[in-house]
């Protein structure tokens, strides 16, 4: 497996986000087979990448649930 360098990534948060930059998840959207996920509070800390697909069904589950 080939190391991810995630500085060159393009990272936005979730629209649920506040201005004050509380609790926000951050996913970047530039690979095609992986969703690299992580929190806005520690851009060094942990990354949570998610096969695209899983990703997907993760979102519109939570979509259909709101």
């Known amino acids: 497996m080939r190391a991810l360098d995630t500085r060159v990534l393009n990272w936005r948060k979730s629209s ?32 949570l990448a998610f096969p695209s697909s899983e990703w997907l069904a993760f979102v519109s589950r939570l979509r259909d649930e709101s």
């Open 16 to 47: 649920y986000s506040n201005q004050d930059g509380g609790a926000c998840v951050e996913v970047s959207d530039d690979l095609t087979r992986i969703v690299p996920v992580r929190d806005s509070k520690s851009e060094q800390g942990p990354i």
